[in-house]
């Protein structure tokens, strides 16, 4: 009985630290502050927004990715669906955050033409935004 207690108890901390966007997302800004110039620390950040984005903290989400574009502008790969993804929140929370999107999706295809799908998706989401009210 009391293994099934204390198996219990760890699943019940695993669930809430798995389920806690926020805590993830300030485990990997720490990470990076901490290393910088990992060539892998824009992409721990990309992982943990996409962990906020999927649990819903869409306003969490969209800060780490604006980060990312901020600390690490020259990964393009990493920096063209970052932004992406920001813009498409903006887009999808309200009608009021559409038009915030418009400038992002101008990055994309400004500063990372060669990341030719996001470009693509990006101009997609452009339209969308312009032209479908």
């Not at 903006?90 to 400038?103: D, G, H, L, M």
Request: glycine share 2%; proline share 4%.
């Amino acid at each position: 009985m009391k293994k099934l207690i204390v198996i219990g108890v760890i699943l019940i901390a695993i669930f809430v630290f798995a389920l806690n966007a926020n805590m993830i997302a300030d485990q990997a800004e720490k990470w990076v502050k901490e290393n910088p110039k990992d060539p892998d620390a824009s992409t721990v950040l990309f992982e943990a927004a996409r962990y906020c984005d999927i649990l819903g903290d869409n306003a969490r989400a969209q800060a780490v990715y604006w980060e990312i574009y901020q600390l690490y502008p020259e990964k393009s790969s990493v920096c063209a669906k970052a932004l992406y993804y920001d813009a498409e929140n903006k887009v999808e929370t309200s009608a009021a955050t559409r038009n915030y999107a418009i400038p992002i999706l101008d990055i994309i295809m400004g500063q990372y033409p060669s990341e030719e799908e996001w470009v693509q998706k990006a101009k997609t989401l452009k339209d969308e935004v312009t032209y479908v009210h």
